[in-house]
């Protein structure tokens, strides 16, 4: 029998089971993913909510509301810069591929050490090695010029460092913001609404973006670091510069409740390539960047390029690469053979017998680890940018992306990722079929933790 104090208890537990699992229903957008967290709340009695209040509740949309209701009718130029407008394809735009932190990183010290009137950085990781202490300096060094230099970090991509650069970078006197970062009071733990976004722009006239972040880790010619990543980042100059600059004012308002005065930049022809910034994150009502890869797919008439280091799309990317065999276009997908995370290589093996079978073709590269992320469709087409092909990427953070329409640059993609392919394995049907019983078991079981890998 329960006595009179354990009633009431059990009366509570079963209420914030329920309320939980009527949020998760009311809330989320996809079946699976309401009937998951529906199913967790309701069988795990105290320990379903508290991950559901952990790893399932897009908290950033009402923040991101919060700070536009407060911005209204008091500073315009503020509620301007928090609005999400959609940016129009703008020619005239040269974009210029630097592979690894060899090539990518000479240019942006070089972009911050030439730059009088202003500086904005934006990077998920910001290692507080040699590689992080030059651009601290760099950075330092434009300050005392006088450059307004604004730099935003990811509050937990921070920690993949320690010292943490933040600190680093306040006591060179240079203006820095955590981007959600974790708190004891109050209790903020937003472990999956991350920026994910690299950007750099100096002076409105030139910005950098892609997948590289900021430490030894991508000097690739570095033998001795043992966790080495190859990856490809981007210098962009044209109009384009101004929607990345755009995107970094948000961002930094959202962290900030405080927009930079920036003084208009003629923006002068650069090159032939047409661009367009594409914004994604959880505080926007629409998947973006998942539009935008499936449009493209279904637009493709012979060849569809893609690299990326982590590979657990949402259904509807799938059935658009599946639909684009089906129409006689070669689907070539290129990824790292050993994986930095285990987890998502496991769940990635575990769902490739699916393409596999549909006639993708898909290859392993190998080490060092392969961060790129690499879009190209008929070599007239590319998307690059900071987004990988999973649902952290596409669900949860918040990420950058640039479409890029020109021949000669796709094509310069193109050769690239069949560079890479022809010094990988491919992957097969047998290959998959003669993992150990255990083996796929394993692989099985990290598959089903796919929406938050």
Known sequence: MLNQLQVPLLLLIIAINLGAAVHAL??????????AWLLTCLIFPLAGPALYFLFG??????RARKLRAESTGSNPQLQTALEQAENPL??????????????????????????????????????????????????????????????ILDGIGEWYSLPRASRQLRRAGIPVVRFLPPRLLPPTLLINLRNHRKILVADGTIAFTGGINIGDRHLVMNQTHSARVA??????????VSQIEQLFVRDWVFCHKQAPTLQPVEQSTAGNTMCRVIADGPD????AI???????????????????????????????????????????LVLPGKNNFATVHWACRHMLGEILESGVNVSYQPPPFVHSKLFVVDEEYALIGSA???AR?????????????DAEFAGQLAEHILAAQSRSDTVTLDQLHQRPPLIRLRDALAWLMTPYL
């Open 393 to 405: 990427s596409l669900r949860l953070n918040f990420e950058v992306a640039v479409e890029c329409h």
């Open 26 to 35: 009311m809330t989320k957008r996809e079946p699976t993913a309401a009937a």
């Open 90 to 151: 703008i020619a005239g735009n040269r974009i210029t591929p630097l592979i690894n932190g060899e090539q990518a990183y000479p240019r942006m010290l070089e972009a911050i050490a030439n730059a009088k009137e202003r500086l904005f950085l934006s990077s998920y990781i910001f290692d507080s090695d040699a590689t992080g202490q030059e651009f601290i300096q760099t950075l330092a060094a434009a300050v005392r010029r006088g450059v307004d230099v604004r730099v």
């Open 284 to 287: 926007l009502t629409l998947d």
């Open 388 to 390: 990988n092909l999973d």
């Open 290 to 332: 998942i539009m935008v890869l499936i449009g493209a797919i279904s637009q493709a008439r012979q060849r569809v390029l893609i690299m990326t280091p982590y590979f657990l799309p949402p259904r509807e990317l799938l059935v658009a690469l599946k639909s684009a065999v089906l129409r006689g276009v070669a689907v070539e």
């Open 231 to 240: 990856d490809v980042h981007f210098q962009m100059e044209g109009p384009v």
């Open 57 to 62: 509740i897009n908290r950033v949309r009402t």
